[in-house]
């Protein structure tokens, strides 16, 4: 590393900063501005309307009832996935590509394909059909079905976004020293203690990218759930996008946003205090 | 012998070895099921997307592909607007590959190979975006891009599908080129090229696989955006844009097409990057 500071790293890192600044902290200001603007000067109108909307409460639940029960889901199974592929010595890439190719699905594209999977005359139905369970086609995405379609919903959630959570915990599982579980070994520690007092502290700061990551992406739910259910399960992210599209309302749209934002800070915060990690407790 | 032999080997696969056959068995069927589990959907919405109208409708259905053809798909790409829209996500997804790598590469340089006053700044202004549903930033954008002429162009949804890009590119190029020893660049130096020559002729072919990796993630993050193009377009939609606007009229065989047109290029696009994943995920999780 040079001892002075040149002029050159400025200037290779203006061209991001500039671009940032016009597109992530101006709109960001733009956004709030935008949801306490109402005719002239500044109300909490938006916010009023957005509060007073039919589908808000709805919209509120749905979106921390799918936050709460996928994300845990994911890290689990993501814990699990990693711990039964760090077992394999044969095989093991192609497995690993396997389980990750969700990564590059889009939500919408998860959405339809768990949808031909559920609709009425889907596979789901067909099979249930072959056992005798249900007597035709039967609709489980509608709006007289809100259990199954949560229960829809959250199955496409964790088919699309496990492989996320599993690619960075395997990626930190990298980062844990082989020396620490073999000396545990020796002194004759379980698998499962092995597990919880080695393993998963050491794996906290990527258990915490993991988290923060897929509880912002969570509350920014949308597409999945327009696939598979269209408007019967409202969502904060699907209210942004109707309020502004089609009603036209760029202020309750940027109240939704500005919402969503906080929510996410709020989450983001909480994980950073809850799972903190000092410097001499790494590898 | 035997023992001496079993000592050779590495660590996890005498371990793996040293798990008893019950065990084995346990691993592999879950293995096994969770390969069924991500596969089939895929499958499935490729029988959807080729089984056609009738396809959509037979009940019961049977798992075996039967009458397949590819009128369905081409039904499918013939619709006004699917081609229109499938060569919009092409330019946007290349463009957010230019710009992300454009300006993300450099920042990535410089925070690879210099100490200077403002990195911890630039840094945590890369991680703020991470607190932050970015997609949602369209919302006002919207705006600014009607006046600005951006609005309906894939041009404009690229620059929002680069600040989703961005910040993962300076971090994963950050340590691409920490990776490459300075050494190489500074003997560059001693035989009289200038820093630019040698990062060209030295260090530029030694990060090449790396920047690919970054630049196909950077394709799949735009390729696959939804809020974003959906807002910023209605003319010009891209194909993810597109398909959540039919979404609600378009028959069930022109959805499942539609969807497996989506999951083909990003299927590959894991392929193709499967050996860069885990690096490039584990720094840029941090």
Redesign the interface.
């Known amino acids: 590393m040079p001892a002075r500071t040149s002029w050159i790293p400025y200037a290779l890192i203006a061209p991001s900063v500039v671009f940032l600044s016009a597109l992530f902290l101006v709109p960001l200001v733009q956004t709030v501005w935008l949801s306490f603007s109402a005719g002239e000067g500044l109300s909490l109108e938006n916010y009023q309307r957005m509060a007073g909307d039919l589908n808000f409460a709805l919209a509120i639940k749905n979106t921390f009832l799918l936050t709460l029960v996928v994300v845990p889901l994911q890290v689990v199974l993501a814990l699990g996935m990693a711990t039964m592929v760090t077992k394999l010595d044969k095989g093991r890439d192609l497995v690993l590509w396997v389980l990750t190719i969700p990564l590059g699905i889009s939500d919408l594209a998860a959405g339809l394909a768990w949808l031909a999977l559920l609709q009425n005359t889907g596979y789901l139905n067909s099979a249930l059909y072959a056992l005798g369970l249900i007597q035709g086609p039967t609709g489980w995405l509608s709006q007289e079905t809100p259990v199954a379609l949560f229960f829809a919903i959250v199955l496409a959630e964790l088919w699309r976004a496990t492989a996320i959570v599993l690619v960075i915990l395997i990626a930190g599982l990298q980062l844990i020293p082989k020396e620490f579980a073999e000396a545990a070994e020796i002194f004759g520690a379980k698998p499962w203690t092995r597990f919880t007092r080695i393993t998963l502290p050491l794996l906290k700061p990527s258990l915490q990218s993991a988290l923060i990551l897929r509880t912002v992406l969570a509350f920014e739910v949308f597409a999945v759930v327009y696939a598979l259910g269209g408007r019967n399960f409202p969502v904060l992210a699907g209210e942004a996008y109707v309020w502004q599209n089609d009603n036209q309302n760029y202020g309750v749209a940027a109240a939704y946003a500005v919402l969503i934002m906080a929510i996410s800070l709020a989450a983001t915060a909480l994980y950073l205090r809850v799972m903190r990690t000092r410097p001499e407790q790494l590898p | 012998m035997t023992t001496s032999a079993a000592e050779l080997k590495p660590?996890?696969?005498s371990?793996?070895?040293a798990?008893p056959s019950a065990r084995r068995l346990l691993?592999w069927t879950?293995?096994a099921v969770?390969?069924a589990?991500?596969?089939?959907?895929?499958y499935?919405?490729a029988?959807?997307a080729f089984g056609g109208r009738l396809g959509?409708?037979?009940?019961?259905?049977?798992?075996w592909p039967a009458d397949l053809s590819f009128a369905a798909m081409s039904q499918f790409l013939a619709i006004e607007g699917v081609f229109n829209a499938l060569v919009n996500s092409l330019i946007a997804a290349g463009l957010t590959v230019v710009?992300s790598i454009?300006?993300?590469a450099?920042?990535g340089?410089?925070?690879a190979?210099?100490?200077?006053?403002?990195?911890n700044a630039?840094r945590l202004?890369?991680l703020l975006?991470?607190?932050?549903?970015?997609?949602?930033?369209?919302?006002?954008?919207?705006?600014?891009f009607i006046r600005l002429g951006l609005y309906d162009t894939p041009f404009g949804v690229s620059?929002?599908h680069?600040?989703l890009a961005?910040?993962f590119a300076?971090l994963v190029t950050q340590s691409l080129f920490m990776g490459i020893p300075r050494e190489y660049e500074e003997a560059a130096w001693v035989f009289g090229c200038t820093?630019f020559q040698a990062f060209m002729k030295v260090v530029l072919p030694l990060a090449l696989p790396g920047l690919a990796a970054t630049a196909i993630f950077a394709f799949?993050i735009s390729?696959?955006?939804?809020?974003a193009a959906?807002?910023l377009t209605v003319r010009e939609r891209t194909l993810?844009a597109y398909?959540?606007r039919i979404?609600?009229e378009s028959p069930?065989h022109y959805?499942?097409a539609?969807?497996f047109i989506?999951?083909i290029?990003?299927?590959l696009?894991?392929?193709a990057v499967?050996r860069y994943?885990?690096?490039v995920?584990?720094?840029a999780?941090?």
């Open positions: 660590a996890s696969a371990r793996a070895m798990l691993l879950g293995l969770l390969i589990w991500v596969l089939v959907p895929i499935l919405v029988l959807g959509v409708f037979r009940w019961p259905k049977s798992i710009f454009a300006l993300g450099p920042a340089y410089a925070l190979r210099y100490t200077f006053r403002g990195q630039y202004l890369v975006t991470r607190a932050f549903p970015l997609a949602i930033l369209a919302l006002p954008l919207t705006v600014s620059l929002i680069t600040v961005l910040p300076a820093r799949v390729w696959n955006e939804v809020f959906s807002i993810t398909l959540l979404l609600a069930l959805r499942f539609g969807g989506l999951i290029p990003s299927v696009f894991i392929f499967r994943l885990f690096a995920w584990g720094i999780s941090k």
